[in-house]
């Protein structure tokens, strides 16, 4: 399958820009950066994967969903144990357990390896209260227009991480001791091309 036909079949109608300006607007945080909205690409969570030594069994998890792109690309390209979402707007979580639930009848069925096990979890809630124990793999692509305190605040949290959980923050890096640098990589979004640090959990 390749990956025009897998954003066509799962995300065609699905409009992440404008669930995201409906349900901002619900709580009044239109402006807020902190939730601006954008989506990856296949290409970006294949690089992804590649780059922080994705294996199968592993726990992958998506700081900030969107509409589950990268929580079902995830899922497509390595037979993970479970591919987890966390998102803040009641919109985008309907979206993409709408989008899960396509890719479990339509996607999953049709492959031919243990992918065919991995769980997919969308969870409804804040970031920075998400329980990140069993994760091998956190990825954070909201981070993108935090400002200095979340970034401080995303650090705190992802040091609740497991030692050797490997970390992928985009655009914006981290600076605690707690996390081992092991490469920048560019890596193109839906948005434009974007850097993505990789970090390993000491
Ligand atoms: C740049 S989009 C990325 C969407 C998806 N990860 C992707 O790559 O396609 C960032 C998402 O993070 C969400 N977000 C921002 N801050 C959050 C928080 N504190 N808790 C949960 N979700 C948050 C936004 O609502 C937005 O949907």
């Not at 979206?95 to 390896?113: F, T």
Request: glycine residues 8%; hydrophobic residues 40%; aromatic residues 8%.
């Amino acid at each position: 399958m390749t990956f025009a036909t897998l954003q066509d079949v799962l995300f065609s109608d699905v409009a992440g820009y404008s669930l995201s300006a409906s349900g901002k607007a619900a709580i009044d945080r239109e402006a807020d950066p902190a939730l601006t909205y954008g989506e990856c690409t296949p290409e970006a969570v294949e690089h992804i994967l590649s780059i922080t030594g994705a294996k199968p069994g592993e726990v992958f998890y998506d700081l900030g969903s969107g509409t589950g792109k990268m929580v079902v690309f995830a899922a497509f390209f390595m037979a993970f144990k479970k591919s987890v979402g966390v998102e803040l707007l009641p919109e985008l979580h309907e979206a993409a357990q709408m989008v899960g639930k396509r890719y479990m009848e339509e996607i999953q069925p049709k492959l031919e390896d243990d992918r065919r096990d991995t769980k997919l979890e969308y969870r409804l809630g804040d970031i920075f209260e998400a329980d990140l124990s069993d994760a091998d793999i956190v990825v954070s692509h909201c981070c993108t227009c935090f400002d200095d305190a979340l970034m401080q605040k995303l650090s705190d949290k992802l040091e609740s991480c497991k030692p050797g959980t490997r970390i992928v923050t985009v655009t914006r890096a981290l600076s605690s001791p707690a996390f081992e640098s092991v490469g920048v990589s560019p890596v193109q979004m839906g948005w434009g091309q974007a850097t993505a640090n990789v970090y390993l959990r000491r």
